[in-house]
């Protein structure tokens, strides 16, 4: 399965600290997404890194991608009690039965 | 945000009933999903549509079935609804397989 694995499962943080999310997967992709979850609400998309980049940035998110090691990275910096969410990575890859498929998430809580 | 709307929101019904959900959108992209959410598992797939009338199956879906006779619209039926189909299920849009997915808000489903 090319399924994302998040790690930690779950991350409590103080606000204004950096909160640092991990994601595995274990065949090629043609790329990778990060998604949010607030309770009781939809998923978010935040970010896509293809497979032939190495780091993206949007705000307050730095994302990374290691091919060789296939895993990726979610830094939050300086983080606020908003950013209390599910987070997800979802992994693309094209060919036969391709679809988007979806870790178990990563629970971040961010203390005032 | 993508204009996605879920109906109903919440519903409980009983085992062996036909139960539909609704997702309409606003934002004429192709392609359409029916998730489901559970605890463990994370978000899995059930159906996609790739555009009206064409549709093909997901990881999980034994048990239900989708219609799509307008690009606005993806409907998903559970025949006869069991136990094990209480769940929060969701409905995604995007303009391509390799795109971000634009979420619902989600319809919690309980069956006793």
Redo the contacts between chains.
């Keep these: 399965s090319q399924q994302g694995e998040e790690d930690p499962q779950a991350l409590s943080i103080q606000e204004g600290e950096n909160a640092t999310m991990n994601c595995s997967y274990k065949t090629s992709i043609?790329?990778l997404?990060w998604y949010r979850q607030n309770s009781?609400?939809?998923?978010?998309?935040l970010i896509?890194i293809r497979s032939n980049e190495r780091e993206k940035h949007s705000g307050r998110l730095r994302v990374t991608l290691d091919t060789s090691k296939k895993s990726s990275s979610l830094l939050i910096t300086a983080s606020r009690a908003a950013d209390t969410a599910s987070y997800?990575c979802a992994t693309?890859r094209?060919g036969a039965n391709?679809?988007?498929t979806?870790?178990?998430?990563i629970t971040l809580s961010v203390r005032p | 945000d993508a204009g996605i709307t879920q109906s109903p929101r919440h519903k409980v019904t009983e085992t062996g009933t036909p139960v539909t959900l609704r997702c309409h959108q606003t934002e004429n992209h192709r392609y359409m999903y029916w998730y489901r959410q559970d605890p463990g598992h994370g978000l899995r797939l059930i159906h996609y549509s790739y555009g009206v009338k064409d549709t093909d199956k997901g990881e999980v879906s034994d048990g239900y079935s989708v219609s799509r006779s307008k690009t606005e619209d993806f409907l998903l039926t559970l025949e006869s609804a069991t136990s094990s189909q209480t769940s929060v299920y969701f409905c995604a849009i995007s303009g391509d397989f390799n795109q971000p997915q634009h979420f619902g808000d989600g319809t919690r489903l309980s069956i006793l």
């Design positions: 043609n790329n997404q009781g609400r939809g998923l978010v998309h896509l997800f693309y094209s391709s679809k988007l979806f870790g178990k998430g």
